[in-house]
C-alpha cells in the first residue's frame, strides 16, 4: 500500500518570497505519478504540477515547480514569487498508473501568505 | 460551466436519517471517484466507477454506504442511518478515459450529522 506523507502541517510565507512543501512518499511500485493539488478555503480542489515517476526532469509550471527525488521517495513543492492568491491548503499525492484508479493523498500542509 | 457539480452543497441531518448526495462529472469523463474528506485531513478514497461498472470499493465504505452510476453519467451516494462521525465532505472527482490519471474535483458536499 501507498502512504504520502506531508511533515508541515502549517506554513507561512510573505508575498514575493519563495516557499517550499515537503512531501515523502512509500511504495513498491516503479510506475506512478505524483501531484500537488491546491485546495482554497471553500473551494475546490485544483491540480497545480504532477510528475511522471519515468521522468527525470523536474515539473514547472509559471511560478511552480517540483523537486523530484525518486530514490529517496521525496516531492517537494517550490512557490516562486508568492501571491495571496496562493493562500490555501496544498495536498501531495500518488496515483500507480496500473490502475489509474485511486489517488492517495497526504495529510496537507496549509500555506499562509501574508503581505 | 462544464466542471464536476454536486449537489447538495451542504446537507445537515439528523442521527439516523438516510442521505443522498448526487454528482455529475465532466461529460466526456468515464471514470468517476468519490472520497471522503474530515477536518484537517486529506481525501481518503470511498469508490471508483469506470461506466457504469463500479471497479474498486474501499474498506472504508461500510455497508450503510452505496453507491451507484446506473448509465455511466451521473452518481449517487447513499448513506443510511446516518452517524455522528459520517461527519465529513464528500468530493467528487472524474477523469478522461484512455489512462490519464489526472482527476478533476467537484465542490464537495459538506455533511454534517448533529
Known amino acids: 500500500a501507498q502512504t504520502v506523507t506531508q511533515s508541515q502541517p502549517e506554513m507561512s510565507v510573505q508575498e514575493a518570497e519563495t516557499v517550499t512543501l515537503s512531501c515523502t512518499y512509500d511504495?513498491?511500485?516503479?510506475?506512478?505519478?505524483l501531484f500537488w493539488y491546491k485546495q482554497p478555503p471553500s473551494r475546490q480542489m485544483i491540480l497545480v504540477i504532477r510528475?511522471?515517476?519515468?521522468?527525470?526532469q523536474n515539473a514547472t509550471e509559471n511560478r511552480f515547480s517540483v523537486n523530484f527525488q525518486k530514490a529517496a521517495k521525496s516531492f517537494s513543492l517550490k512557490i516562486s514569487d508568492s501571491q495571496l492568491g496562493d493562500t490555501a491548503m496544498y495536498f501531495c499525492?500518488?496515483?500507480?498508473?496500473?490502475?489509474?484508479?485511486?489517488?492517495?493523498f497526504g495529510t496537507g500542509t496549509r500555506l499562509q501568505v501574508t503581505l | 460551466d462544464t466542471g464536476v457539480s454536486q449537489d447538495p452543497r451542504h446537507k445537515i441531518t439528523k442521527r439516523g436519517q438516510n442521505v443522498t448526495f448526487r454528482c455529475d462529472p465532466i461529460?466526456?469523463?468515464?471514470?468517476l471517484y468519490w472520497y471522503r474528506q474530515t477536518l484537517g485531513q486529506g481525501p481518503e478514497f470511498l469508490t471508483y466507477?469506470?461506466?457504469?461498472?463500479?471497479?474498486?470499493k474501499s474498506r472504508l465504505l461500510s455497508d450503510r454506504f452505496s453507491a451507484e452510476r446506473p448509465k455511466g453519467s451521473f452518481s449517487t451516494l447513499e448513506i443510511q442511518r446516518t452517524e455522528q462521525g459520517d461527519s465529513a465532505m464528500y468530493l467528487c472527482?472524474?477523469?478522461?478515459?484512455?489512462?490519464?490519471?489526472?482527476?478533476?474535483f467537484g465542490p464537495g458536499t459538506r455533511l454534517t450529522v448533529t
Open positions: 510528475q511522471e515517476a519515468y521522468k527525470q
Open positions: 511504495t513498491s511500485e516503479s510506475n506512478y505519478y
Open positions: 499525492a500518488f496515483i500507480y498508473t496500473g490502475t489509474a484508479s485511486k489517488l492517495t
Open positions: 461529460s466526456e469523463h468515464n471514470r
Open positions: 472527482a472524474s477523469s478522461l478515459p484512455g489512462g490519464d490519471p489526472e482527476q478533476y
Open positions: 466507477f469506470q461506466n457504469e461498472a463500479q471497479l474498486e
